[in-house]
């Protein structure tokens, strides 16, 4: 029970700190697309004109994005929520392959198998 008021109240400060950072989360993602776009644009661009304008627009963008630092904030509070969700709903790691399903597993008692038959 304990574990579960723990889990909760980690779950709404984080929750409530990732409301207040919306902000820059939302300013972060739109510079980032523009840093993106500028430069693909600029690898994009047949001259040299293009290329240096392209360069300043995405070096602005990695300006303002750089400003929008509380995203980071954001950021970890969104990854601490996904833990608390994890561990509330007591969601296992599905990437561990279980024994009896680990292919190489199952090779090594085959070979072993084989190797007891043609010995």
């Not at 909760?8 to 700190?17: E, I, K, T």
């Not at 300013?27 to 980032?32: E, S």
């Not at 303002?64 to 790691?93: C, F, Q, R």
């Amino acid at each position: 029970m304990a574990k579960k008021i723990g889990l909760f109240v980690a779950g709404a400060v984080a929750l409530l700190v990732l409301l207040f950072h919306l902000g820059p989360l939302v300013g972060l993602a739109i510079t980032l697309a523009v840093l993106y776009y500028a430069f693909k644009k600029c690898l994009k661009a047949p001259s040299t004109f293009g290329k240096i304008v392209w360069a300043l627009i995405g070096c602005a963008a990695l300006v303002v994005s750089a400003s929008n630092v509380p995203a980071l904030i954001a950021l970890v509070a969104a990854y601490v929520l996904y833990v608390v969700y994890k561990k509330w709903n007591g969601v296992k790691d599905e990437r561990v392959v279980p024994e009896a399903d680990d292919p190489f597993v199952n090779f090594e008692k085959q070979w072993a198998e084989l190797q007891k038959h043609y010995s």
